[in-house]
């Protein structure tokens, strides 16, 4: 079995020093293909070079998160902007991301739509996909996603409410979920409900994850495989199927075609 991870921060800082160990360690789980998703211009310049340093294994979501807009410097928007145009004919660049709005950061609220409305109008443009973060704002974005004539959209760890996933999936989104999936209820009835075609799957990682049996530990590959078990339970199916669907849904999702065969 092969996996994918379509949502992780590989450019962390909390990945520095270990990024070869987290490489080894995704080989090592099967995970083939990895999608290091940005915070800034700074993780979107380190994803890049990450994909240089791992062609095939790693591709790049560049964009701004919600949660750098309390420090982000004016300029940085634009320099952000300008970068991802400049690398528009970089295959390795696959999509726009993590964009998002989030509530818990209310006082920024204007900047945050301003940001957000220029990443998605960004993705329109260079018809790239975009991987959205959510929290506390999903039924809002939803409804925003139909006036922009975006390529694909993936909301990630979707959690609620569930009256936007079926919205969601009316207009063709995709969902990708991750450790939460062996342990949340709200999250394995978000897989339950999900189709096995607009499914994908995540670490987020280095966020960590305290339940059992993940424990604190800091949060690699390794993951991936466990979730795709969880899936595969909850949709009463084996884990080989889940596993191949997933595949195809990244190469659907991404455009790319990922090397299976070693
Ligand atoms: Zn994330």
């Keep these: 079995m092969k996996f994918v991870d379509a949502h992780v921060h590989l450019s962390d800082e909390e990945y520095a020093g270990c990024i070869e160990e987290i490489m080894a360690e995704a080989k090592k789980s099967n995970v083939v293909a990895l999608v290091s998703n940005s915070m800034d211009l700074k993780t979107s310049i380190g994803s890049l070079r990450l ?10 979501a560049s964009g701004i998160h919600p949660s750098s807009l309390n420090t982000l410097p004016e300029e940085e928007l634009q320099q952000t902007l300008e970068l991802i145009s400049e690398q528009k004919h970089n295959k390795c660049l696959v999509a726009i991301g993590e964009i998002g709005l989030d509530s818990k950061y209310m006082q920024i609220w204007d900047k945050q739509l301003k940001v957000f409305d220029s990443m998605l109008r960004l993705a329109e443009n260079l018809g790239l996909p975009v991987i959205i973060h959510s929290r506390g704002t999903t039924t809002q974005i939803v409804d925003m996603l ?36 062996v342990y949340s209820k709200g999250i394995r009835d978000v897989v339950r409900r999900v189709p096995l075609t607009n499914l994908l799957t995540e670490t987020d990682g280095p966020v960590r994850f305290f339940k059992l049996p993940f424990e604190g530990k800091r949060t690699t590959p390794a993951v991936i495989p466990t979730v795709v078990e969880a899936m595969a339970e909850i949709k009463a199916t084996d884990a080989g199927e889940v596993a191949e669907q997933v595949i195809k849904n990244f190469e659907n999702f991404f455009g790319v075609q990922l090397n299976l065969t070693n």
Excluded at 51 to 60: C, D, F, H, L, R
Excluded at 169 to 179: M, N, P, Q, T
Aim: hydrophobic content about 35%; aromatic content about 14%; charged content about 15%.
């Design 51 to 60: 994909a240089e340093k791992y062609p095939g294994t790693v591709y790049v």
């Design 146 to 181: 139909p006036s922009y004539k975006l390529k694909k959209v993936l909301l990630h760890w979707f959690s609620s409410p569930i009256g936007a996933l079926s919205k969601a999936l009316k207009i063709g989104c995709y969902i990708s979920e991750g450790a939460p999936t």
